[in-house]
């Protein structure tokens, strides 16, 4: 059983910054790469930043140089630092793994976290 337990977020007004954290827990032989989606009510999820088992980083353009996505392996944990925020971020953010739990396995599984609420006034 693989769960993903996120954190940090909250109210900030425009201009300012939060932190997300969210570690994965469970039995993982290998992540494939972890990154965060965000939705808001009546609209399509997003993809806001993913990084892979290489380090590679894949950011939408909307976030690009405001944002950043990183890693800790051994921790089986990632981040999104946010700077610069603004109203249009206001959304619930979702961390999202993409692992292995068995060597054998062809094809990795996929989780999601709970989502926590990012709101910025303006």
């Known amino acids: 059983q693989v769960q993903l337990v996120e954190s940090g977020g909250g109210l900030v007004q425009a201009g300012g910054s939060l932190r997300l954290s969210c570690a994965a827990s469970g039995v993982i032989f290998r992540i494939n790469a972890m990154g965060w989606y965000r939705q808001v009510p009546g609209k399509q999820r997003e993809l806001v930043a993913t990084?892979?088992?290489?380090?590679?980083?894949n950011y939408a353009e909307s976030v690009k140089g405001r944002f950043t996505i990183s890693r800790d392996n051994a921790k089986n944990t990632v981040y999104l630092q946010m700077n610069s925020l603004k109203p249009e971020d206001t959304a619930v953010y979702y961390c999202n793994a993409d692992l292995w739990t068995t060597a054998w396995r062809t094809s990795p599984n996929n989780y999601w976290g709970q989502g926590t609420q990012v709101t910025v006034s303006s």
């Open positions: 990084i892979t088992s290489g380090d590679n980083t």
